[in-house]
């Protein structure tokens, strides 16, 4: 059953342009992804009401946008270059290699086979910079966007002059060696992170942490997730990392998951140190220094980290649903309206130039306001069909009345309620719907 609505997922994501295998044509690139034209919409969709929720509406966070390569020192200071790494096991029969937790009976689980000792493997990507190749010259491709928010934090107090507590926040690739990447987007070796670095005063770095796990559980929902679709899972002390005070995840209800839930977000209580280790091994003072007591410390961090693509993944198996209306099966993505990537499509009933003309010149009217598409092939009915599936949310029908009356027909996509009123009111008539959230 899971593998059959995965199944259907992956094929809408293809054929209507949402995510597409990288490099198809020469076969793929196996976990590498490409956003088509709907997908890079959705994709920044979720990004923008993040970075609203998180940066915007608030005067306690800044943003920032970091090089993905840094320099070696800092994987060092941060433990990557040798912690940075999981046991993996090798296949001898079918040479298929896996991470050693995800064996369960001491054979391949493709073939059955002998397996290998388990041996770490560092899951950062190593690249050269400059006209050498050579251990000189090695860099690598950062697997976390948190460590240059940490490199970066006494530039960026020194230029906005926050004061603690206040957050730093940054969206953007990350890249991982991943040993077995599977499921999609959900488990891939280039990602797309959302993350804040919330610095406080180490004693109340307790209250800051359930502040912030409320805040983004709140986000998700907000967004348009299930509520029995989601979870809250506390770690326990074993997968803590040894700095770490308490880590909490988010984790979304994956149909493709044997255990249910996955994560979408982890939220943590990451002490002092992350600073700690920058500020040793490069030598620069990154305390902070509060001007009302003079007083210079260390601040703690609060972060959360949560992936744009597993959070696109999780939005189109919550929105995915399948109806049969007079008959005929409508698959329909009932996507926040927010969150959609087209939100209003304008339909001529017919190819005939008396309507598409007019039409047209409704979508142009539109197109300031809403991101819109506009439509003519085929029949009226198999294009309300498509537009469902990509979860547009609103659909405006210029018809032979419609030259006469100045009006259109405009319908609800999960509703499939109609109202028809005149064409200068559309764009006042459509804002109020969203600003409602509802057809009512």
């Not at 255990?259 to 939220?267: K, S």
Request: contains cysteine; negative net charge.
């Amino acid at each position: 059953m899971a593998e059959d609505l995965m199944k259907k997922i992956v094929s809408l994501c293809k054929r209507r342009g949402i995510i597409f295998q990288s490099s198809e044509i020469y076969g793929g690139l196996q976990s590498c992804w490409d956003y088509g034209p709907l997908g890079v919409e959705l994709k920044n969709n979720v990004k923008r009401l993040w970075w609203d929720a998180v940066v915007k509406e608030r005067d306690d966070v800044v943003g920032v946008d970091t090089s993905i390569i840094m320099h070696p020192r800092v994987w060092e200071a941060s433990g990557h270059i040798k912690k940075f790494s999981d046991p993996m096991v090798d296949c001898k029969e079918c040479k298929q290699r896996f991470r050693a937790e995800d064996i369960e009976g001491g054979v391949c689980p493709e073939c059955g086979g002998e397996l290998t000792e388990a041996r770490n493997f560092n899951l950062m990507f190593k690249t050269f910079m400059g006209a050498l190749e050579d251990e000189s010259a090695v860099v690598y491709l950062r697997p976390e966007t948190c460590q240059s928010i940490f490199v970066n934090f006494q530039n960026i107090v020194n230029s906005t002059r926050q004061k603690i507590p206040f957050g730093i926040a940054q969206i953007g690739k990350s890249f991982r060696n991943e040993i077995t990447p599977r499921n999609f987007t959900f488990r891939s070796r280039e990602f797309e992170q959302m993350e804040l670095e919330y610095f406080v005063r180490e004693a109340e770095s307790p209250k800051w942490y359930d502040y912030w796990v409320e805040q983004r559980m709140k986000w998700y929902r907000d967004i348009g997730f299930k509520e029995a679709n989601l979870r809250l899972r506390e770690h326990e002390e074993r997968e803590l990392a040894f700095y770490a005070k308490r880590c909490v995840d988010i984790e979304y209800r994956f149909p493709f998951l044997d255990g249910g839930f996955g994560e979408l977000e982890g939220i943590a209580e990451r002490g002092t140190y992350d600073l700690s280790q920058q500020m040793e091994h490069s030598g620069a003072d990154l305390r902070y220094l509060d001007k009302e007591t003079n007083e210079r410390f260390i601040p703690a961090v609060v972060e959360t980290s949560g992936g744009v693509d597993r959070t696109i993944l999780a939005l189109i198996c919550d929105a995915y649903h399948e109806e049969e209306v007079r008959g005929e099966k409508r698959v329909l993505l009932k996507l926040n309206p927010e969150i959609a990537p087209v939100k209003v499509v304008v339909l001529p009933l017919s190819k005939k130039p008396e309507l598409c003309e007019p039409a047209r010149k409704i979508e142009r009217m539109l197109r300031p306001h809403f991101e819109t598409f506009y439509d003519e092939t085929q029949s009226i009915g198999r294009r309300y069909r498509r537009m469902d599936e990509v979860g547009t949310p609103y659909a405006v029908t210029y018809d032979f009345d419609s030259i006469n009356d100045k009006q259109v027909t405009v319908r609800d996509r999960d509703t499939l309620k109609q109202v028809r009123l005149p064409i200068d009111n559309l764009v006042a008539f459509i804002k109020d719907l969203f600003e409602k959230g509802s057809w009512e």
